[in-house]
């Protein structure tokens, strides 16, 4: 089945880095935009970052621009978040998305290549920042 | 950035009664209006795109409206497995934002 399971959590120090990564199956990984999402503590869902079907293409919040990168191995079906300068605003479940459009059914060029709808999403990975 | 505000922010309901829940984007979005459901523990679930276009397999009780910058979510008849906080999301524009939700209870 579609599935994708996040992993990479645990607690870190203030000002340190983590790396995050997604694992996807049941579905053509490489055809699909992805996505990061989190949510702090009893907080909603905060839009991290979007990595297009091919790697080609990424754009970040302004929360975490400067300090982070997305990237997608399409061979290992495998998405990644790397996170650096860790503040306890980055202090949140960390959940990976898949966009709803199919660019293996559809034409994906630049400046249309996402639907940005989240239609499959992992269970999440915490990521806890105390010192 | 475009702001989305939902309300009410939470609201109780017996079984079977209709609520309505209401997203309001700071600008025009056009139909670009998706609604979630997070159940408590538990990842967000895609129930409605584009405004009004139900996900498979998602209930039929659930339908959204709307356009420009007011839209809407409907339960017709509020079930038990209804409990769960419900987001808006804009997808118009990057960077993609959420509204702060709606925590949906059984009275």
């Known amino acids: 089945q579609v599935q994708l399971v996040e992993s990479g959590g645990g607690v870190v120090q203030p000002g340190r880095s983590l790396r995050l990564s997604c694992t996807a199956s049941g579905f053509s990984f490489s055809s699909f935009g992805m996505y990061w999402v989190r949510q702090a503590p009893g907080k909603g869902l905060e839009w991290v970052a979007i990595i297009s079907y091919d790697g080609n293409n990424k754009y970040y919040a302004d929360s975490v621009r400067g300090r982070s990168t997305v990237s997608r191995d399409n061979s290992k079906n495998t998405l990644n978040l790397q996170l650096n300068s860790l503040t306890s605003e980055d202090a949140a479940v960390y959940y990976c998305a898949r966009d709803g459009k199919d660019c293996s059914r559809s034409t994906c060029y630049l400046g249309h290549q996402y639907k940005y709808s989240m239609d499959v999403w992992g269970k999440g990975t915490t990521v806890a920042v105390s010192s | 950035d475009i702001q989305m505000t939902q309300s009410p922010s939470s609201l109780s309901a017996p079984v079977g009664d209709r609520v309505t829940l209401t997203c309001q984007a700071s600008q025009d979005i056009r139909i670009c209006l998706n609604w979630y459901q997070q159940k408590p523990g538990k990842a967000p679930k895609l129930l409605i795109y584009?405004?009004?276009t139900l996900e498979t397999g998602v209930p039929s009780r659930f339908s959204g409206g709307g356009s420009g910058t007011d839209f809407s979510l409907t339960i017709t008849s509020l079930q038990p497995e209804d409990i769960a906080t419900y987001y808006c999301?804009?997808?118009?524009?990057?960077?993609?934002?959420f509204g702060g939700g709606t925590k949906v209870e059984i009275k």
């Open positions: 999301q804009q997808c118009d524009n990057l960077p993609l934002t």
């Open positions: 584009d405004a009004s």
